[in-house]
């Protein structure tokens, strides 16, 4: 979804970081300052996941004209609203039809209201959210309403204190703000940011109140067929025999190392971009990962030692499986030498942006589309094919997760062991889940393993070997033969 009516800027605000949205006009949207000033406490990811989904929600309002025209009633905001979460649910194929199929229908206007919808996904580049992002989505327009809330209490205030403003007038914009909005254009005691300010607030603070109720998710939101199919091949494992192609096709060293490190270890790819490089022990080629439920079998390290290396902080140690820890370490070194730059800030973050201006940054300040971006642009530039189910599907870099799972409960060879692969419970304590059933999401067992452990049995019976000593093997009963 492009930003097309206004454009935001990241700025510093008293040493965080902070953004600003400009109208069409080049005037700074104060609504959208004051919501990100009271983000306070949150992570710089969920920052940015907050304030680009109320900045394209902006942008939708000014592409509706409910924002930058003539002041429309609380039931077009509230109509205009209700419209976007549409959008988000469906995209261009956004449909306002009442029945299904042969019996579909319009009812009056909404067929001309529907293409209306469509050419504004098209424009805005509207996409489908994914079932995980409704969540966040939800919460961050909620958040910003409940704010334009306060902000038309705060504006209210301003009008009758500053502007002198009939009272009378000010009360009755609970029920109808658009004569206060005309009225406030003639006050000169206001700045043209001010009455822009008063106006946002006004018109976007009533909406929660209007509604009676927060935004919720669309009813009847379920998955099509496609995005079903794109789950299940979203939970297969990322091909081994093709992971030498995405290391080639990787640009920098750092990918390099880190896709590494989430096949070594299967950590989660946010639990490796908080690495800090106090937590890689290059002598043991060991990788700690901070984990304050001891989830992984770090649980059993002795505490003297966490104390001795890491400085009171509870840790988990993680198994990286050969050959994929040589890989990494490698890499890591590689990079370490050759792209990785001394922060400014001193942070000690492993993995860093490479890239001007942020040169030096955490990468964990990234969004997820540009994480995503470098890993499936490798896919693509390495050709590497999906599963036999799907063989246009692009593998992501959570893929390599389940590898990882798929690996250690199948393949991981152990001495003395007839058949290869750790337990079940096993690859739960690597993983590091407090339910095992999440670990059955990951370290699926093949069936090709299934079918040796058949064959072997069959085997055993064919030699005899599974025979307690003088007893035979028993012979089919006799059947008469009938006519």
């Not at 039931?75 to 956004?94: F, K």
């Not at 940011?193 to 607030?201: A, G, P, R, T, Y």
């Not at 036999?388 to 409960?409: C, F, I, K, Q």
Request: contains cysteine; charged residues 25%; glycine residues 6%.
């Amino acid at each position: 979804m492009a930003l097309v009516h206004v454009r935001k800027e990241e700025v510093n605000e008293y040493g965080r970081p902070s953004w600003r949205l400009t109208d069409p006009s080049g005037v700074y949207i104060s609504v959208f300052s004051e919501f990100c000033h009271r983000l306070k406490g949150l992570r710089y990811a969920t920052l940015l996941r907050y304030t680009t989904v109320v900045a394209r929600f902006i942008d939708y309002l000014y592409e509706v004209k409910v924002l930058g025209a003539a002041p429309v009633s609380r039931s077009v905001v509230n109509d205009a609203i209700n419209y976007y979460l549409e959008l988000l649910r469906s995209g261009e194929h956004v449909s306002l039809t009442i029945g299904k199929r042969e019996r579909a229908r319009y009812a009056e206007g909404d067929e001309a209201r529907e293409a209306a919808l469509r050419s504004v996904a098209r424009r805005l580049k509207i996409e489908p959210l994914a079932a995980g992002s409704w969540a966040n989505t939800i919460a961050a327009l909620n958040h910003f309403l409940r704010l334009c809330a306060m902000l038309e209490n705060e504006a209210k205030e301003m009008a009758l204190n500053r502007g002198g403003m009939d009272p009378t007038l000010v009360a009755n914009a609970a029920w109808d703000y658009r004569p206060l909005l005309e009225a406030v254009d003639g006050v000169t005691a206001f700045s043209p940011e001010e009455v822009l300010h008063l106006k946002q607030s006004s018109m976007l603070g009533g909406v929660i109140r209007f509604r009676g109720t927060e935004l919720t998710r669309p009813r009847g939101l379920r998955k099509s067929v496609r995005q079903q199919r794109q789950m299940d091949v979203d939970s297969l494992d990322f091909p081994l025999e093709h992971f030498p192609a995405l290391i080639a096709a990787a640009t920098t060293w750092r990918d390099r190392a880190l896709w590494a490190l989430l096949l070594a270890s299967g950590i989660r790819r946010s639990e490796a971009l908080n690495l800090q490089w106090c937590d890689i022990d290059f002598a043991k080629r060991e990788v700690f990962v901070l984990d304050p439920d001891s989830l992984r079998y770090g649980r059993e390290m002795p505490q003297t030692e966490r104390d001795q290396r890491f400085k009171g902080r509870t840790v988990s140690r993680t198994y990286l499986f050969l050959p994929y820890r040589t890989w990494f370490f490698e890499y890591l070194s590689r990079y370490r030498k050759e792209e990785y730059r001394l922060p400014q800030d001193g942070n000690d973050f492993v993995f860093q942006y490479l890239i001007k201006p942020h040169y030096g940054r955490p990468l964990h300040e990234a969004t997820d589309e540009t994480l995503n971006s470098a890993f499936t642009s490798a896919v693509k530039r390495a050709q590497i094919p999906g599963p036999p189910v799907a063989r246009e599907h692009t593998w992501t870099a959570h893929s390599l997760r389940h590898s990882y799972g798929v690996y250690m409960l199948n393949d991981y060879e152990v001495p003395g062991q007839t058949m290869p692969g750790l337990t079940l419970a096993e690859v739960q304590q690597l993983m590091g889940h407090r339910d095992v059933n999440t670990t059955r999401k990951y370290a699926r067992e093949r069936t090709s393993r299934l079918q040796a452990k058949l064959q072997a049995h069959d085997l055993h019976f064919i030699q005899g070997e599974a025979l307690p000593p003088g007893l035979a093997l028993p012979s089919p009963p006799a059947v008469p033969l009938i006519g």
